[in-house]
């Protein structure tokens, strides 16, 4: 039986910690890092978070729009990250929040979960707002191959909470909704006492976040560091899912930038707040 990738998240922040890195190449970090605004300064870039961050961090996040403005150049570079990072066994989520319908969504869904993709990636994130059920070929690569997919459910824009809190004639906010759609996905895996392969995106600064007790799968939670998400934070939204609660941290690492090991200072530092759980 193939692994779910919810437990492979748990097993590796058990020796790394639950902490997810974003790989954010955007142009006034390439400048602060004295790199060309250019392919071959998103490659070195990039080269240099891999060294540091492939045999540190539990998951690291690679934020495609970087990429794919260089084109297929940009492309090539994001294929290698992702290959070298994996390859160096540390998990990777291609944030991509691809979301679709029919033939179109599957084309997605094979392009970032298929093993045989040269963009092949552990997890990638998508967008419900077609509809959840439009995700189900992203879900169901996901099962294949124990490949996670991150969905978004309450994101930490604040232009979000107009759309995101809107309630049914039932009271359930779209947030909810989505979380417990999410949550009837994993249920198999729970019932074996076992994490699932689809977690949500819910950000740490929420002032009235979804319930998530029951989730069953990872949980990726953006806003700590720089936008001012706190541990306290993450523990009080995730409660009883704390363990799989994966704070994404990018600018506030990314600022130590480009010395290597001014980056493994600021993950060793950042993640010792957000241990990971000994696994039998």
């Known amino acids: 039986m193939v692994d779910t990738f ?18 954010d190449p955007h142009e006034s970090l390439l400048h602060a890092w004295g790199l060309p605004v250019n392919v071959e300064g998103l490659a070195e870039f990039s080269r240099i978070c891999v060294e540091a961050f492939a045999d540190t961090v539990a998951l690291v996040k690679p934020q495609v729009a970087f990429y794919e403005r260089f084109g297929s150049r ?7 990250t992702i290959a070298t990072l994996r390859e160096r066994g540390c998990l990777v989520v291609s944030d991509a929040k691809r979301g679709d319908i029919g033939s179109t969504m599957a084309g997605y869904a094979s392009a970032w979960l298929n093993p045989e993709s040269p963009l092949s990636s552990d997890a990638v994130t998508v967008s419900p707002y077609l509809g959840f059920g439009s995700l189900e070929p992203a879900f169901a690569l996901a099962e294949e191959h124990g490949r996670g997919v991150f969905v978004l459910a309450a994101t930490s824009n604040p232009e979000a909470r107009a759309l995101q809190d809107q309630t049914s004639a039932a009271g359930v906010t779209i947030s909810q909704q989505i979380i417990n759609e999410v949550e009837a996905l994993n249920a198999p895996h729970m019932a074996r006492g076992l994490a699932g392969n689809v977690g949500v995106v819910v950000g740490a600064t929420l002032t009235q976040p979804p319930v998530l007790s029951g989730l069953g799968g990872p949980i990726l939670m953006p806003g700590v560091g720089a936008q001012g998400g706190t ?16 704070p994404n941290v990018s600018r506030s690492v990314l600022m130590q930038g480009p010395d290597v090991d001014s980056l493994r200072i600021s993950v060793s530092e950042t993640a010792a707040d957000f241990p990971g759980f000994p696994r039998s």
């Open 74 to 80: 940009g492309f090539a570079v994001l294929e290698e």
């Open 231 to 246: 541990t306290d934070d993450v523990n009080l939204i995730a409660g009883d899912m704390s363990h799989l609660a994966f």
């Open 6 to 23: 919810g437990e492979k998240l748990l097993e590796a922040a058990s020796t790394r910690g639950r902490l997810c890195v974003g790989i």
